[in-house]
């Protein structure tokens, strides 16, 4: 059984990191596509970021491309996003989430995705 469960938020001041981690059971991180998603109150949900398995590219959706980055470690079978100068408007709870077996490409649409972290808060306030 597929098991995603995330942790690492908190609050920070703005201009401050964090690094979130997402821990896979019941697959190999390298067999699928997995990224972040997350959702602010009364907002819809936001894809992040994405980690593609056919060629172990990366992919951010503009409003944090430079500040965060993406990353795995397939030995411990780990996804993380570290997250740099953040800003109020990243304040939402982050989930990791990853797409079916066979869908090795990363999409920006969270229906495509079958696997989902329980959340993790992220406040960014000062």
């Known amino acids: 059984q597929v098991q995603l469960v995330d942790s690492g938020g908190g609050l920070v001041q703005p201009g401050g990191s964090l690094r979130l981690s997402c821990a896979a059971s019941?697959?190999?991180?390298?067999?699928?596509?997995i990224g972040w998603f997350r959702q602010a109150p009364g907002k819809e949900r936001e894809w992040v970021s994405c980690?593609?398995?056919?060629?172990?590219?990366?992919y951010y959706a503009d409003s944090v491309k430079g500040r965060f980055t993406i990353s795995r470690d397939n030995a411990k079978n780990m996804l993380y996003l570290q997250m740099n100068s953040l800003k109020p408007e990243d304040t939402a709870v982050y989930y990791c989430?990853?797409?079916?077996?066979?869908?090795?490409?990363?999409?920006?649409?969270?229906?495509?995705?079958?696997?989902w972290g329980q959340g993790t808060q992220v406040t960014v306030s000062s």
């Open positions: 989430a990853a797409r079916p077996r066979g869908y090795y490409y990363c999409s920006g649409d969270g229906s495509d995705y079958y696997y």
């Open positions: 019941g697959y190999t991180l390298d067999d699928y596509a």
């Open positions: 980690f593609s398995s056919s060629d172990g590219n990366t």
